[in-house]
């Protein structure tokens, strides 16, 4: 079944935003100035930044967002943050799986990471038959049958385990979208779907960004038009994303900019969300 998906992150605000410009503050230095390369962070670290935002909400893991906040901004003490990281019932289990079919031992290495969050060809090496299993011990006790015929055949059909998967076929199927609250929920997968948007200027501790948005149309799901939104990136000049210029792509994840994104992070998040859309669109 075919999707209509526009996933360019460079389509132009309709309205203009002012004259505001960028603001400068601590290390987020003028565009003319030199970037330093930026240093990978460690695979705790990284799944941190992305975890925060729906911890602080009361959404999934421990509750303990500041911890996570801290040590994701701070240099990172790995032991506490894999402590934490294992109470993340949703999303540990994924890097597991990841871990294992790679042959890696340690389901938080950055590599590991990245394939959840923005998706990898680690995640080609999952076969069907062992991811169909893990989402069988995970969620068919929580699943009518209905619904579990459907995420079933998600693996088989190209499902991986990738945060778009989680994102756009177990929240539903596990009871989620229901009748009137459909918008809602559309709403709610948009927010908690790792995002891609393309940096317009900074204000202050946020940034205008052309996010790329999830909708429901024609009974399917799809990726619309840019639309501009404003992200938190910074608390009291402190983040995960390091210095951002305009032009800069970055992730987000529900109200927080995550990271900012390479050329081949971007074309990962992107494919990776694409071909998790077609998988979600067949059972809708």
């Known amino acids: 079944m075919s999707v209509a998906i526009a996933s ?69 003490d790995d032991r506490q943050l894999r402590h934490l990281a294992q109470g993340f019932e949703g999303a540990y289990p994924y890097l597991q799986l990841i871990a294992a079919a790679n042959g890696i031992e340690d389901p938080l290495d950055l590599r590991v990471v990245d394939a959840y969050w923005l998706g990898s060809p680690l995640l080609d090496r999952v076969t069907p038959g062992a991811f169909a299993d893990s989402l069988r011990t995970r969620f068919r006790p929580r699943t009518g049958r209905v619904a579990w015929r459907w995420l079933e055949a998600a693996a088989p059909a190209g499902g991986r385990p990738v945060h778009a998967f989680h994102v756009l076929d177990v929240f539903p199927k596990v009871g989620l979208m229901r009748g009137e609250q459909a918008d809602r929920v559309i709403e709610t997968m948009d927010a908690c779907r790792v995002r891609w948007g393309r940096v317009v200027e900074r204000i202050d501790d946020q940034l205008i960004v052309n996010v790329v948005p999830l909708r429901l149309a024609g009974g399917e799901l799809e990726l619309g038009p840019a639309e501009v939104r404003r992200v938190t990136a910074w608390r009291g000049g402190t983040g995960f994303v390091g210095r951002v210029d305009p032009g800069d792509v970055v992730s987000v994840h529900w109200d927080w900019a995550c990271e900012v994104l390479g050329d081949d992070a971007l074309r990962r998040l992107i494919a990776w969300t694409r071909a998790q859309l077609v998988v979600a669109n067949q059972s809708m």
Request: charged share 30%; net charge positive.
């Open 8 to 76: 360019s992150p460079d389509a132009r605000p309709r309205e203009p935003l002012g004259s505001r410009r960028a603001r400068d503050g601590g290390e987020h230095r003028h565009p003319s100035e030199a970037r330093e390369p930026r240093r990978a962070p460690s695979g705790p670290v990284l799944f941190a930044r992305y975890a925060y935002s729906p911890n602080r909400l009361g959404l999934c893991g421990p509750e303990d967002a500041e911890a996570l906040f801290g040590e994701a901004t701070g240099g990172g």
